[in-house]
C-alpha cells in the first residue's frame, strides 16, 4: 500500500473511531427491550390468537433495529407510526403449540443500526432466572366492569375482574389508554391475588381502551445496562366511553330552572 493510501486508510479509521466514540454505548440508544407470549382472547366475541410480539425503545439516532432469534430466524423490525421512539415486530400463530415452538426460550440478539457509525449488538434472555421457560399464562381474563362498549362510565372508574386461579400467573397487567390519543392515560400491576383496582381518574367525554392481562414477567438488566421486561400472558381488551362533563352541567341546569318555574307557579 502506496503511504498515500496508508494515510487516507489512517484517517478513515480515525473518523470511524470517533463517530463511534460520540454515539456511545449501545444503552446509550436503547432504553428498553419488551418481548412477550400471549393468549389473545382479544375484544369480547373475538376469536383466541397466538402471538409473540416484541419491541425495543430507541432514541432517535438509531435507523433500523433486527433480531435473531433462538431458532436463527432473523427479524426485521418496523417503527411505529404513532411513536417513532419505538420499533416493534409481532409473529401470529394457528395454534398454542406453535406459539411455543417459536424460538423458544434462550437469548434473543438485537442489532441496533445508526445513520452514521457501525451497528451494535445486544442480547436479551427470553428465560427464567433459571434459564428455563417461563410458564406459558393461559387463563382468559373476564372483566366484570368496566362493560365493553358501554358508554357511561364514571370518571372515577373502578376496574373489577374474576379471580385469576391461573398457578402460572404472577401478576395482572392494566393498561389504559385514550383511543384517539389524548386525555388521560393509566398503567398498573396489581397483585394477582387482586380482583379490583382504582377508583382511577379518567377525562370525561373520549373513549377509552383497557388492555387488561394475567402476566409471568421477569424485569431486568442485561449485561449492557439495558432494563428489559420478557414475559407470557393472557390479554383481553374492551372499549368503553366516559359522559360528556357537559351532559350532568346540562342536566342539573334544567333541573334548576324546572324549579324556579314550579316555584313561580
Known sequence: MARTDRGIAWVFSGLL????S???GVADHVSTVQMSKEFHYGYPGDPLGFQFDMAVETDATVTGVTCQATDGTNIVFGQEPDDESWWSWSGYFSTKEELAAFGGHGDYVF?????????????VSYATDGGGAIPQVTQEPIVLSPSHLAVDVPANLLIAWDECTDPAATGVGI???????????VEAHPPVSETQYGPVSLTPGIEYVL???????????NADGIEYVV??????KLSFTTPEPAAGSLLGLGAVMLLRRRRKG
Not at 473511531?17 to 463511534?20: Q, V
Not at 388492555?211 to 438488566?221: N, V
Open 17 to 20: 473511531l470517533i463517530a463511534a
Open 22 to 24: 460520540a454515539l456511545g
Open 111 to 123: 442489532t441496533i443500526e445508526y445513520a452514521s457509525g457501525p451497528a451494535d449488538t445486544t442480547a
Open 175 to 185: 393498561e389504559l389508554e385514550p383511543k384517539d390519543g389524548i386525555g388521560v392515560s
Open 211 to 221: 388492555q387488561f392481562d394475567f402476566g409471568h414477567a421477569y424485569r431486568r438488566t
Open 231 to 236: 414475559d407470557t400472558d393472557s390479554e383481553r
